[in-house]
């Protein structure tokens, strides 16, 4: 688990009524994937936390910060 890395990727998903799944396959990734990014069991890489803000079209900041 990432200690240092927060995110509010439940929080954006329950806001725009999307599951996991939904959102795994919008951006062509795993919903374990997501679910473990999600989490903090996974730290994303780069492109896929990119790819998770352009979705919901904010700053990479507005999903991931430290803590």
Do not use: C, W
């Amino acid at each position: 688990m990432n200690e240092d890395l927060d995110n509010h990727i439940h929080k954006l998903r329950l806001q725009h009524k999307i599951s996991q799944q939904g959102l795994a396959d919008a951006i062509g990734v795993s919903r374990k994937t997501i679910s473990t990014v999600e989490t903090g069991r996974f730290t994303p890489s780069v492109v896929i936390a990119l790819k998770i803000a352009e979705y919901f079209a904010i700053p990479v900041e507005q999903v991931f910060a430290l803590k």
